[in-house]
């Protein structure tokens, strides 16, 4: 389906409203667990959030467990696009360790407020945040070991560009661990205008 910049405009402005809401409120509006309990879930291990605060813990809304489809290596350079509240983000930072560097990535002015305070009681150095969407990933050509993303892609208007700009940040030989939802029924019986019914 092809979209108007109108209507591209308009599902960005639905998907910033939706996670809004969700970082003055977290776990509303979700058909799937969150929070700890999604955490538990989705089989993260105490020893993955050993360095992840409770508050990155409580806005988890991710729909999967990337770091189950391979390991983090210390030294090594991650990438977590559409890193929310950042507890995906930081369980990579306590793999990569000190010597590591991790950026995460988010269009959520506010969700990234809540991963920024996360990593202020985190204590961790070399974490940095973005604001930015998936399709302008702000970093440089074959500059990151390692991309995650956590349920985020499916909120992406554009996934060949975003898809494009993640081949092109991951150094040869780097690896793209993402964890999605996808549609269970055919595309007909999907809302026909994205732009009115997004999120309802």
């Not at 910049?5 to 509303?28: F, L, N, W």
């Not at 990155?56 to 090594?76: D, H, K, T």
């Not at 940095?128 to 992406?156: K, T, Y």
Request: with cysteine; glycine share 12%.
């Amino acid at each position: 389906m092809s979209l108007s910049p109108d209507q591209k405009t308009a599902i960005h402005a639905a998907i910033s409203a939706r996670y809004a809401k969700v970082a003055a409120c977290p776990g509303r509006g979700f058909k799937y667990p969150t929070g700890a309990a999604g955490l538990a879930g989705l089989g993260y291990g105490p020893e993955l959030l050993t360095d992840v605060p409770g508050q990155a813990m409580e806005y988890f809304c991710g729909v999967g467990n990337p770091f189950s489809l391979g390991r983090i290596e210390p030294g090594q350079t991650v990438l977590d696009v559409g890193c929310g509240a950042g507890a995906d983000t930081l369980v990579a930072a306590g793999l990569a360790g000190e010597s590591g560097l991790v950026v995460g990535l988010d269009p959520s002015a506010d969700m990234l407020a809540r991963a920024r305070g996360a990593l202020s009681a985190a204590g961790r150095g070399r974490v940095f945040f973005l604001r930015a969407d998936a399709e302008d990933i702000p970093l440089a050509s074959s500059s990151v070991d390692v991309i995650l993303s956590n349920g985020a892609m499916n909120l992406v208007v554009d996934k060949d560009r975003a898809l494009a700009g993640m081949w092109r940040t991951l150094r040869p030989g780097g690896a793209l661990r993402l964890a999605d939802q996808t549609l269970i029924r055919e595309p007909s019986a999907c809302p026909r205008d994205p732009a009115e019914t997004w999120f309802r």
